[in-house]
């Protein structure tokens, strides 16, 4: 004989309730990152140049052209397409530290620019976040939702969220550095003997960041004097900054494996993604 206890049939419907909930936003949210997939790959064009020859960087300033002297060889195909999986943590805090896990998968076209980012955010046990920042055909979005289902924030369009993707597309180009090649519609201009100014054009929209390169010649730091944060459905302009390093050798290219995100506020400096690169796949042009 089986007594069952109210506490019992209570527990048994909350589990059932979470499989069905955990199931159903999985295939919503597979579904979703499909389709956003597809985009990305509609917006692809084949690259006007598919192998790095050094006397396109000639022209270059001096840093820049020992960063590509570094990471790249002669020869080197472009990158067309890449997949980056990634893993660490992620302050879920605008103010304090809320820092919880994360594991992503990014997949990115570099002619055009486009790339989808999938992260999952460990907000509690059992409890998944689940994030696509995106940018596509000149259009940013940023939707992110609890199993998937509810949501948290969605954002699509917007001048400013479609420059700040503009900008972390140019950012991460020390992942996928073929893409900051003059060629490849990068325009470069000098600042000092280890600094260099980068503008890139989708469209209409331009954006340029502050490259600074360390002793090795390799990117330090990327940095914005104002990207748009989105804070409680509002964007707020501020300065943002990427940290790169422990640099290693992936297809022949040199790129970090580890960094740092980091808005800065008038409080001071407030990282909020800090991460380790797990894999990389990339499609070379030919």
């Known amino acids: 004989m089986i007594v069952l206890t109210w506490s019992a049939v209570l527990l048994a419907l909350a589990a059932i309730g979470y ?27 084949d690259p ?15 840093p820049v052209r ?18 980056l999986e990634h ?24 002619s055009r620019p486009a790339f989808l980012w999938d992260g999952r955010v460990a907000v509690m046990p059992g409890v998944p976040a689940l994030v696509h920042d995106a940018y596509v055909a000149g259009r940013g979005a940023m939707r992110a939702t609890l199993f998937g ?36 519609g990068v325009r470069w201009q000098a600042i000092d003997g280890r600094t260099a100014r980068a503008t890139l054009t989708d469209g209409t929209l331009s954006v340029t960041l502050t490259f600074h390169f360390n002793d090795a010649d390799l990117i330090d730091t990327v940095r914005a004097d104002a990207r ?14 990427g940290r790169f390093w422990n640099y290693a050798q992936r297809d022949a290219m040199r790129v970090p494996l580890e960094g740092e ?26």
């Open 228 to 241: 748009g944060r989105i804070t409680h459905g509002k964007v707020d302009m501020l300065p943002w900054e």
């Open 261 to 286: 995100v980091a808005w800065i506020t008038p409080a001071g400096r407030k990282p909020y993604w800090r991460g380790t690169l797990d894999s990389t796949r990339y499609e070379f042009a030919h």
């Open 66 to 83: 020992r960063y590509l002297a570094a990471v790249l060889r002669e020869g080197q195909p472009i990158v067309a397409a890449a997949r």
């Open 87 to 110: 893993h660490g943590t992620f302050n879920l805090s605008a103010a304090g530290e809320r820092w919880k896990p994360f594991t992503s998968s990014e997949t990115i076209v570099t």
């Open 48 to 62: 006007a140049v598919t192998l790095y020859q050094r006397d396109e960087i000639a022209g270059a300033p001096a």
């Open 149 to 184: 289902l509810f949501a948290l924030a969605n954002c699509e369009d917007g001048r400013e969220l479609a420059q700040g993707e503009l900008m972390r597309f140019l950012a991460e180009g020390a992942w996928y550095p073929t893409a900051l090649l003059p060629s490849q």
């Open 19 to 45: 499989g069905v909930l955990t199931v159903y936003g999985r295939h919503a949210w597979s579904t979703a990152t499909r389709a956003r997939l597809a985009q990305v790959d509609a917006n692809r064009v």
